[in-house]
């Protein structure tokens, strides 16, 4: 499962607008996000390990697969979706979701 905000497309200075920065729009306004590109490699990595590899978000499948579109990864991704809140199962969340992974952005 991969995030992605403040995991694939980070919030910093959403204002400036710059050549590594990723145009969305967010509440009809123009915002310029800046990829992380240690786990946009980390997403290629993983699929050509083989795994199934789904991307959500709590601003909405559509955010997210334009994120996805955006930053050119949709033949890494198997699926979109909403962002879990919630979830039915016998197990707690780490037994099920496995580690979190999450690295650094160097400045």
């Known amino acids: 499962m991969i995030d992605i905000d403040d995991t694939l497309l980070l919030w ?3 204002q400036k607008k710059t050549k590594d ?3 969305m729009i967010y509440a009809g306004k123009k915002i310029y996000l800046t990829p992380h590109n240690g786990h946009i490699d980390l997403i290629k990595h993983w699929h050509e390990q083989g795994y199934c590899l789904y991307a959500w978000s709590n601003n909405g499948p559509k955010w997210a697969k334009n ?3 955006k930053l050119k990864l949709k033949k890494y ?3 979109v ?3 879990s809140s919630k979830f039915l199962d016998d197990l707690e ?3 099920i979701l496995g ?3 999450y ?3 160097k400045k």
Do not use: T
């Open 12 to 14: 910093d200075d959403i």
């Open 21 to 23: 920065k990723v145009e």
């Open 67 to 69: 994120a996805i579109k």
């Open 77 to 79: 991704i198997y699926h």
């Open 81 to 83: 979706m909403n962002k």
């Open 93 to 95: 969340a780490d037994k």
């Open 99 to 101: 580690s979190r992974v």
């Open 103 to 105: 690295l650094a952005v």
